[in-house]
């Protein structure tokens, strides 16, 4: 059989990731804060770009507030059409300090978990405020009156530059001496200033030498306190006859220790502004309206609205002299349009999300976490028509504010677990009902992983007891055995 060239046709389709695709999927997962450095960016390197009036009044331009939750029509796109879910096809999603645990009683307490719920259930997503001074510049401004030198002063401004935001020193003190090409003994008498700062504790290297220096201030750091927090991992696991013997003292005197001790503040640091960090700024404003429903729109605040400066382009266009200055205006041009459609677009799938969401959650935000129920990124990817990683990036960095707190996206996103009901309930309800029982449990009566499932069962959630183990631990409260310990040093 002879070869031969020929010419076949075939048809056949791909997706072709363009520039512009690639920059849509990117747009999606920025917050307000990063896409406004994004647009800053944007307007440096195309002369076309401008900034345009933002409204927030009644009468604002179409797709800054979102229909009502019950309502899911698709909103029009800039051009008329539909929004486009840029990911139709199957693309997988993208994929401080050690607290005290809640058997130190009400001193470890004060450490709070990172990961904890507040009282009402909620985690803790509260920012501190950003006024007044941060810690460096509270204790920058201290340095002066109690350095002995320049020199001191320096050193003593370099070591308070190294301290976290809860006030400790994890930088070992031979590596900031080899860095200023100073003495070690030198450094260490900086620390010694930096540790004679208000408030008392900061500079110091770890939790016990943090209490430590409050002990000396307190003038209660005698043999028997300093035997006691050298021992911090007893009290933590509450052995009490133990420390006593180590402390040489007896019930009254360990009883008075112990309560002094918990006066102490294990993170003095945060009673300030943080360094560098910034609060959590809402990409979504949620609010009740007029007809018992939800009013949700962008935050405006933090998102510039961009506009194509038309008079500009046709004045440049004017003295175009030849066809490559014409075409990189004609490019600038495309890429400015683009640019707004894109962010426009964004902004709509970020509603149409959030509207989705509130809607299914419609109890969170009447009753609170209780109300909770389980919720997955597939179901609301199928009720807004999108695909999965596409919810997935919206969501991301996202946070939506509304009269119970400010709320990460995904926060709304959990498991479920079994109920009489049929519906299931969310895990984040169940943690809060975990934590609420045990904040309420009697001292000579505590709970057990196998009580509490009884409790939770009695109530219609149907949880294995090693499940309800998993969500205990996930919300930082101890073993039934650590709490009894940790009662037991409280009653003292």
């Known amino acids: 059989m002879a070869l031969s060239p020929r010419l076949d046709l075939r048809q056949t389709q791909s997706l072709v990731m363009t520039p512009q695709l690639q920059q849509a999927i990117k747009l999606l997962a920025l917050s307000n804060l990063e896409i406004e450095a994004f647009v800053g960016e944007a307007l440096e390197s195309n002369p076309l770009l401008d900034i345009g009036e ?32 840029i990911e139709s096809h199957a693309v997988d999603p993208e994929a401080s300090r050690a607290d005290l645990q809640s058997d130190q009683g009400d001193w470890g307490k004060a450490a709070g978990g990172a990961g904890s719920l507040g009282e009402d259930g909620l985690p803790d997503l509260e920012n501190r405020s950003s006024d007044g001074p941060t810690l460096a510049e509270h204790l920058a401004a201290q340095i002066g009156g109690e350095a002995r030198s320049e020199r001191e002063a320096l050193i003593a401004l370099r070591i308070v530059g190294e301290l976290d935001e809860a006030g400790y020193l994890e930088t070992a003190l031979r590596d900031i001496a080899e860095d200023l090409g100073a003495p070690l003994a030198e450094v260490e008498r900086g620390l010694d200033l930096v540790q004679r700062l208000d408030p008392t504790g900061v500079g110091a290297r770890d939790l016990a030498e943090c209490l430590a220096l409050q002990a000396r201030e307190a003038d209660r750091y005698d043999p028997c306190m300093e035997r006691l927090i050298a021992n911090l991992d007893l009290v933590a696991a509450g052995e009490v006859a133990r420390l006593k013997r180590l402390c040489r003292v007896d019930d009254e005197d360990f009883a008075d220790m112990l309560a002094e001790l918990r006066e102490y503040d294990p993170r003095p640091g945060l009673r300030f502004g943080g360094t560098a960090e910034t609060g959590i700024v809402p990409d979504v404003l949620v609010a009740p309206d007029e007809t018992g429903g939800w009013k949700i729109r962008i935050n405006e605040a933090s998102l510039p609205r961009l506009v194509v400066n038309r008079e500009y382009y046709v004045e440049l266009k004017g003295g175009a002299r030849d066809k490559k200055a014409l075409s990189w205006l004609n490019e600038q041009l495309s890429e400015a349009d683009w640019l707004i459609r894109a962010l426009d677009q964004r902004q709509k799938t970020i509603l149409k999300t959030a509207a989705d969401i509130v809607k299914r959650q419609d109890g969170f935000f009447r009753q609170g976490v209780s109300a909770m129920k389980p919720l997955t990124l597939r179901e609301v990817a199928e009720s807004i028509e999108m695909h999965e990683s596409t919810v997935s990036r919206v969501t991301s960095n996202k946070y939506l504010a509304c ?14 677990v079994g109920a009489a009901d049929g519906e299931g309930a969310s895990s984040e309800a169940i943690k809060a009902r975990i934590k609420a029982l045990i904040d309420s449990e009697d001292a000579k009566k505590v709970l057990s992983d196998q009580a509490l499932v009884d409790v939770l069962k009695a109530e219609g959630f149907d949880l294995a007891r090693r499940t309800v183990a998993k969500y205990r631990e996930a919300i930082g409260i101890g073993s039934s055995a650590q709490r009894r310990r940790a009662k037991k040093l409280q009653g003292l």
């Not at 009644?58 to 899911?72: F, L, T, W, Y």
């Open 403 to 416: 009269p119970r707190g400010t709320f990460e996206l995904k926060y709304f996103f959990s498991s479920g």
């Open 54 to 85: 933002v409204r927030h009044e009644k009468g604002e331009r179409d797709g800054e507030e979102a229909p009502a939750p019950s309502e899911h029509e698709s909103d029009p796109g800039p051009d008329g059409s539909e929004a486009l879910d």
